[in-house]
């Protein structure tokens, strides 16, 4: 008698754990189902049942219960008309339900319960603690493979609303590894999170430029009437003067195109249109950027040798395109406050001009090239990071493109690619 009461003892407590589990597990599924706002259909049914390998379906709002043996329909009524998780066992079944959210929509989960009644009225009592034993090892490896997996997927979903300067936890590797559903689903989540971050990294950028578009655009009429007022007198009192007498005068004018320049480099970073587009020949437009720079690369003790292989016929807004080669020329010339070389070569070929700006200064470091081109970024000291932005903004609106190199034997390049015009493209 002892035996038999543990032996029954013993069935009825796995049995409600069993239960227990089953329940929870619908729990899990519709919460999960929920939190991702997957269909409820006989597809995503039919996806679930061949990874739980039960029977899967949804009781709707309208009262559809789907295709169950029809000795089920009362006990699925029952357990579904209340807005709660139940489990029950009936006519030879195991039927766990959840509700999907608020929709009014319920999942539902069905299969065979195995009665081991009859084993115990015959005194099998062994095959039917094995099996007991067995069927706990069977819920406690599907709680591994199904459960617990679906519960980290649940629980990292607030990850996919982390915000770009946050360092979100990645899903588990081994999860992602799995060549069923689940890891599908997993590599799509971790997938999507690396998405959206990086729209909130552009998004973000987006609204930087359209803020840095409004002040360019309010403040340029401001400062440029002044500044041509100034260089404008400027000009007719150095007429007047001695030739010892006009470097002052000089060095006004000097500063007014400098303050000129920077109001056109905000512009044309606000709007990198280009404007009305000629046809110009890129090595003038070099040596017209290089004659500019010429008493800054002096004082500098900077020489800067200018390769024109051949000539480059080019469409482009001459201004914003100086501009944009003007930039780059100023910071291989920054980095090198000692003094050095600039080396400068242009030549066409195929469809396209191809310039390379070359120094002998320390060289790009990994996070200038990751972040080459973003605005505001910038490792120089006062450096406000919209000169190489100007550059790449400029280049791609013209059709190219600019990128930046490390040279093995020392320095930093850049390389610029345009195209040609057409019809004198060789």
Same mark, same amino acid.
């Given at each position: 008698?002892?035996?038999?009461?543990?032996?029954?003892?013993?069935?009825?407590?796995?049995?409600?754990?069993?239960?227990?589990?089953?329940?929870?597990?619908?729990?899990?599924?519709?919460?999960?189902?929920?939190?991702?706002?997957?269909?409820?259909?006989?597809?995503?049914?039919?996806?679930?049942?061949?990874?739980?390998?039960?029977?899967?379906?949804?009781?709707?709002?309208?009262?559809?219960?789907?295709?169950?043996?029809?000795?089920?329909?009362?006990?699925?009524?029952?357990?579904?008309?209340?807005?709660? *998780?139940? %489990?029950?066992?009936?006519? !030879?079944?195991?039927? @766990?339900?959840?509700? =999907?959210?608020?929709? $009014? +929509?319920?999942?539902?989960?069905?299969?065979?319960?195995?009665?081991?009644?009859?084993?115990?009225?015959?005194?099998?009592?062994?095959?039917?603690?094995?099996? *007991?034993? %067995?069927?706990?090892?069977? !819920?406690?490896?599907? @709680?591994?493979?199904? =459960?617990?997996?679906? $519960? +980290?997927?649940?629980?990292?979903?607030?990850?996919?609303?982390?915000?770009?300067?946050?360092?979100?936890?990645?899903?588990?590797?081994?999860?992602?590894?799995?060549?069923?559903?689940?890891?599908?689903?997993?590599?799509?989540? @971790?997938?999507?999170?690396?998405?959206?971050?990086?729209?909130?990294?552009?998004?973000?950028?987006?609204?930087?430029?359209?803020?840095?578009?409004?002040?360019?655009?309010?403040?340029?009429?401001?400062?440029?009437?002044?500044?041509?007022?100034?260089?404008?007198?400027?000009?007719?009192?150095?007429?007047?003067?001695?030739?010892?007498?006009?470097?002052?005068?000089?060095?006004?004018?000097?500063?007014?195109?400098?303050?000129?320049?920077?109001?056109?480099?905000?512009?044309?970073?606000?709007?990198?249109?280009?404007?009305?587009?000629?046809?110009?020949?890129?090595?003038?437009?070099?040596?017209?950027?290089?004659?500019?720079?010429?008493?800054?690369?002096?004082?500098?003790?900077?020489?800067?040798?200018?390769?024109?292989?051949?000539?480059?016929?080019?469409?482009?807004?001459?201004?914003?395109?100086?501009?944009?080669?003007?930039?780059?020329?100023?910071?291989?010339?920054?980095?090198?406050?000692?003094?050095?070389?600039?080396?400068?070569?242009?030549?066409?070929?195929?469809?396209?001009?191809?310039?390379?700006?070359?120094?002998?200064?320390?060289?790009?470091?990994?996070?200038?090239?990751?972040?080459?081109?973003?605005?505001?970024?910038?490792?120089?000291?006062?450096?406000?990071?919209?000169?190489?932005?100007?550059?790449?903004?400029?280049?791609?609106?013209?059709?190219?493109?600019?990128?930046?190199?490390?040279?093995?034997?020392?320095?930093?390049?850049?390389?610029?690619?345009?195209?040609?015009?057409?019809?004198?493209?060789?």
């Amino acid at each position: 008698m002892s035996s038999l009461a543990l032996a029954t003892w013993t069935k009825y407590w796995n049995q409600r754990q069993e239960m227990e589990a089953f329940q929870q597990l619908v729990s899990n599924n519709a919460a999960f189902i929920e939190q991702m706002r997957l269909p409820r259909s006989q597809e995503m049914a039919k996806r679930l049942a061949s990874v739980l390998d039960l029977g899967v379906g949804f009781r709707f709002k309208n009262g559809e219960k789907g295709e169950w043996p029809s000795k089920l329909y009362a006990v699925i009524e029952e357990l579904t008309s209340k807005d709660v *998780a139940a %489990v029950k066992i009936a006519n !030879g079944y195991d039927i @766990a339900t959840a509700p =999907v959210g608020n929709s $009014g +929509t319920h999942l539902i989960l069905v299969r065979n319960h195995q009665d081991s009644d009859h084993a115990f009225a015959n005194g099998v009592l062994i095959p039917a603690i094995g099996l *007991a034993f %067995v069927s706990g090892i069977m !819920g406690l490896v599907m @709680a591994r493979r199904v =459960v617990q997996p679906l $519960g +980290t997927l649940t629980n990292w979903l607030p990850n996919l609303d982390t915000r770009e300067d946050a360092h979100p936890d990645s899903i588990p590797t081994k999860i992602q590894a799995r060549k069923d559903e689940i890891g599908k689903l997993a590599k799509a989540l @971790a997938e999507t999170a690396t998405k959206l971050r990086e729209e909130q990294r552009l998004r973000q950028q987006s609204e930087r430029l359209a803020t840095l578009g409004k002040i360019a655009t309010s403040l340029a009429h401001e400062i440029k009437n002044p500044a041509a007022a100034i260089r404008l007198h400027a000009d007719l009192l150095k007429e007047s003067l001695q030739d010892t007498e006009q470097v002052s005068v000089t060095l006004i004018q000097e500063e007014v195109d400098r303050i000129t320049d920077l109001v056109n480099q905000w512009l044309y970073v606000a709007k990198t249109k280009p404007g009305k587009q000629q046809t110009h020949e890129l090595g003038q437009l070099l040596k017209s950027v290089s004659q500019r720079l010429a008493p800054q690369l002096e004082h500098a003790k900077v020489e800067l040798d200018l390769k024109i292989q051949n000539k480059a016929y080019i469409n482009a807004d001459g201004p914003r395109l100086e501009q944009a080669l003007r930039n780059p020329l100023l910071n291989a010339l920054q980095a090198m406050p000692k003094g050095g070389k600039i080396e400068v070569i242009l030549r066409a070929e195929a469809e396209k001009a191809i310039l390379c700006i070359k120094d002998e200064g320390t060289g790009f470091s990994p996070a200038a090239i990751e972040h080459f081109g973003e605005p505001f970024y910038s490792e120089k000291e006062g450096g406000m990071g919209i000169g190489l932005t100007l550059a790449k903004e400029v280049l791609e609106a013209h059709g190219g493109s600019v990128r930046p190199e490390n040279v093995k034997e020392g320095g930093a390049i850049v390389i610029f690619e345009i195209p040609l015009v057409k019809d004198t493209a060789k």
